[in-house]
């Protein structure tokens, strides 16, 4: 009695793990090979063309291109796809080029003659973003304390490039609070300009991977981003670099966090969904900063804000300081230069960008995240 | 008549000598936020730069700890240029005038038994926190402290030693001119701040001593100069006291 009743589901059953093997139906399936040479690129665990067994799905950044083919000998095999707003397919026969356009899914369906019966096969696209990542990181080269203050007092610059500078910095600013060696607004400018340019970051490479992420002392922001075909984000981390210690203490303050650093938010008439990365030196250095200038503006906030529309193209924007690079897939793409130092640190407080006033921004009021050509 | 015009100088004198009243809320509520700060904080630095502001500003309550960890610091100073001592090991058995020496064995001993010169070296966070310890203390020491900046003036870590030099600055101890002359002549990775000092001091001789330290750098003496004078020759100088 059991038995007959539980017999024809373990048939049904059995006849459809059969035919997702292809042992009923033939063996009719698509296979995708990338010919995109950002594919694979260093950013590692790279969906842009992840082809998942069953039901097989394909990741298509947008603007890459993939090949794909049918692998059974047919002759004449006919493609198509369901939604031409996400991707197109170039070329015919049994291998042919897909070509991500917007971000989207759709669906490439194959369809052969063979021994007088049409045999089709499926292949699920989703076209996602490509991965955006913006490092900001502080350019010493640019920041020159005696051209910024030429006239400041000569017994700050011997102390600070001298062998007491910690003496100055950590026990009589820092612990003491005592803001020795400082009488002029030059002083305060050098000394401000000084503990900036000895908290630079080496200039970040071409190309970057996952690890470099974890190299807190090699930029100021990490801002990395990447929209999925349905708006949920794949990949998403807004990360505060560390800032080496000034007169060669051997010690790292990390940055203080704004409370609204990696937000993901859309802007107000939901064409563009942003990700913000925003933080500025940490609570040490604010005590410096406040012992050496107390009536001059707070820590000023650095931020940079990644924006991806429904298409899967995407802009950016950044405070002028300090500099940015941006990478696509892992590969520069993009970069602005931190503007003028005096400028950042008279700003203070009024650099933070705000979640309202982000939300307001419309496409036009941001640039384009990639300025260079993809090599 | 003259007793009432006595009088009026005798108020006269007394309202400038005392703090007045607005100052006096200020001090209260500086003292009031500093026991705060310092309850609230683990790290011995704070609490040691906390009890010196307290001390500054005419609260004693850390007095005595503050001169405790100044005595430690000189202490450790002078263990320091006392480091070097000799270990005696042996004889480990009876020696037998036949026997084949073994080899490092001195003369006319037992080579059985030996002695070893030992340097020792302090630990370098204790040479940190002996530098915070004097500065505290010397941040707001009394005229009547001063027998232990001297002290601390003949450390054998220059940074405590400039400390207690910029003590005796901020004292106006003109008499130590020479010490801390001697002092820089021993430290010369501390020199700039028995430089300062020295001009802190405000005195002739003291710049002039300064001066010839600095080889002559007539530039960063002046520069000195207008820094000390900003800092009411006060080395410790602290905008409204915090």
């Given at each position: 009695?059991?038995?007959r009743t539980?017999c024809?589901?373990?048939?049904?059953f059995?006849?459809?793990?059969l035919?997702?093997?292809?042992?009923v139906?033939?063996?009719?399936?698509?296979?995708a090979?990338s010919?995109?040479p950002?594919h694979?690129?260093?950013?590692?665990?790279?969906?842009s063309?992840?082809l998942?067994?069953?039901?097989?799905v394909m990741y298509?950044?947008?603007?890459?291109?993939h090949e794909?083919?049918?692998e059974s000998?047919?002759?004449a095999?006919?493609w198509y796809?369901?939604?031409?707003?996400?991707?197109?397919?170039?070329?015919?026969?049994?291998t042919?080029h897909?070509?991500?356009i917007a971000?989207?899914?759709a669906e490439v369906?194959?369809?052969?003659?063979r021994?007088?019966?049409?045999?089709?096969?499926t292949?699920s696209?989703?076209?996602?973003?490509?991965?955006y990542t913006?490092?900001?990181w502080?350019d010493?080269s640019?920041?020159r304390?005696?051209?910024v203050?030429?006239s400041?007092?000569?017994?700050?610059?011997d102390?600070?490039?001298?062998p007491?500078?910690?003496?100055?910095?950590?026990?009589r600013?820092?612990?003491?609070g005592?803001?020795t060696?400082?009488?002029t607004?030059?002083?305060?400018?050098?000394a401000?300009?000084?503990?900036?340019?000895?908290?630079s970051?080496?200039?970040?490479?071409?190309?970057?991977?996952?690890g470099?992420?974890?190299q807190?002392?090699?930029y100021?922001?990490?801002?990395?981003y990447?929209?999925?075909?349905?708006?949920?984000v794949?990949?998403q981390?807004?990360?505060m670099?560390?800032?080496p210690?000034?007169?060669?203490?051997?010690?790292?303050a990390?940055g203080d966090?704004?409370?609204?650093?990696d937000?993901?938010?859309?802007?107000e008439n939901?064409?563009?969904l942003?990700h913000?990365n925003?933080a500025r030196?940490?609570r040490e250095?604010?005590?410096?900063?406040?012992?050496i200038?107390?009536r001059?503006p707070?820590?000023?906030?650095i931020?940079?804000l990644v924006?991806?529309?429904k298409?899967?193209?995407a802009?950016?924007?950044?405070?002028?300081f300090p500099?940015?690079?941006?990478?696509?897939?892992?590969?520069?793409c993009?970069?602005?230069?931190?503007e003028d130092?005096?400028?950042?640190l008279?700003?203070?407080?009024?650099?933070e960008?705000k979640?309202?006033?982000?939300?307001?921004?419309?496409p036009?009021?941001?640039?384009?995240?990639?300025?260079?050509q993809?090599r | 008549?003259?007793?009432?015009?006595?009088?009026?100088?005798?108020?006269?004198?007394?309202?400038i000598?005392?703090p007045?009243?607005p100052?006096?809320a200020?001090?209260?509520?500086?003292?009031?936020?500093?026991?705060r700060?310092y309850?609230?904080t683990?790290?011995?630095i704070?609490?040691?730069?906390?009890a010196s502001?307290?001390?500054?500003?005419g609260?004693?309550?850390?007095r005595?700890?503050?001169r405790k960890?100044?005595?430690?610091?000189v202490r450790n100073?002078?263990e320091q240029q006392?480091?070097?001592?000799?270990?005696?090991?042996g004889?480990?058995k009876?020696?037998?005038?036949?026997?084949?020496?073994?080899?490092?064995s001195?003369?006319?001993?037992s080579?059985y038994?030996?002695?070893?010169?030992v340097t020792?070296?302090?630990?370098p966070s204790?040479?940190?926190?002996?530098v915070w310890r004097m500065?505290?203390f010397?941040?707001s020491?009394?005229?009547?402290?001063?027998r232990l900046l001297l002290?601390?003036?003949e450390s054998a870590?220059?940074l405590?030693?400039?400390?207690?030099?910029?003590?005796?600055?901020?004292?106006g101890?003109v008499?130590s001119i020479?010490?801390?002359?001697?002092?820089?002549?021993?430290?010369e990775e501390a020199?700039?701040i028995f430089?300062?000092?020295?001009v802190?001091?405000h005195d002739?001789f003291?710049?002039?001593?300064?001066l010839?330290l600095?080889?002559?750098?007539?530039s960063?003496?002046?520069?000195?100069?207008v820094?000390?004078e900003?800092n009411h020759?006060d080395?410790?100088?602290?905008?409204?006291?915090?």
């Open positions: 009695m059991r038995l539980w024809p589901v373990v048939i049904v059995l006849f459809n793990v035919a997702a093997e292809g042992a139906f033939g063996r009719l399936h698509i296979v090979a010919t995109d950002g694979g690129g260093s950013l590692t665990d790279d969906k063309c992840r998942e067994p069953s039901p097989q298509l950044k947008v603007g890459h291109v794909i083919s049918v000998s047919v002759d095999p006919q796809i369901t939604n031409k707003n996400v991707a197109t397919i170039e070329g015919t026969g049994r042919v897909i070509v991500g971000r989207g899914q369906v194959v369809s052969v003659l021994e007088g019966r049409v045999e089709r096969a292949l696209i989703r076209g996602v973003s490509s991965r913006v490092v900001g502080l010493g640019e920041i304390p005696q051209t203050a030429p400041a007092s000569r017994a700050l610059k102390d600070l490039n001298g007491l500078c910690s003496w100055l910095v950590v026990v600013w820092l612990a003491w005592s803001p060696d400082i009488v607004d030059a002083d305060r400018l050098y401000k300009a000084f503990l900036l340019s000895s908290a970051n080496p200039e970040p490479p071409p190309e970057i991977d996952d470099y992420s974890s807190v002392k090699q100021k922001l990490y801002n990395d990447q929209v999925d075909a349905d708006d949920s794949i990949h981390s807004a990360l670099g560390e800032t210690s000034p007169c060669r203490i051997p010690k790292s990390s966090r704004h409370p609204n650093n937000s993901v938010f859309w802007n939901q064409t563009m942003m913000l925003e030196i940490g250095a604010q005590r410096i900063l406040r012992v200038d107390p001059g707070s820590a000023g906030w931020w940079s924006a991806v529309d298409k899967g193209t802009k950016a924007r950044s405070a002028g500099s940015f690079r941006v990478y696509r897939d892992g590969v520069v993009g970069e602005w230069k931190q130092l005096a400028r950042f008279k700003a203070g407080e009024s650099s960008v979640l309202g006033e982000a939300r307001r921004l419309k036009e009021d941001l640039e384009e995240a990639c300025t260079y993809l | 008549m003259y007793l009432s015009v006595a009088l009026v100088l005798a108020l006269a004198s007394f309202s000598d005392t007045s009243q100052d006096e200020i001090r209260r509520d500086l003292i009031l936020q500093f026991h700060e309850a609230a683990k790290s011995p704070d609490r040691l730069m906390i502001k307290l001390a500054r500003i609260d004693l309550t850390y005595r700890w503050l960890e100044a005595e430690k610091a100073g002078r006392r480091s070097r001592f000799r270990i005696h090991f004889p480990w009876s020696y037998d005038p036949n026997e084949i020496a073994p080899t490092g001195s003369t006319g001993r080579p038994e030996e002695t070893i010169d020792a070296e302090r630990k204790e040479n940190e926190t002996d500065f505290a010397a941040a020491a009394t005229p009547q402290e001063k002290r601390g003036l870590n220059g405590v030693s400039g400390s207690a030099a910029l003590g005796l600055a901020r004292l101890e008499k020479r010490d801390i002359k001697a002092a820089a002549q021993r430290h020199r700039p430089i300062e000092a020295l802190y001091l002739d003291g710049t002039q001593t300064a010839e600095s080889g002559g750098d007539d960063l003496i002046k520069s000195l100069q820094i000390a900003s020759f080395p410790f100088y602290l905008p409204n006291n915090h």
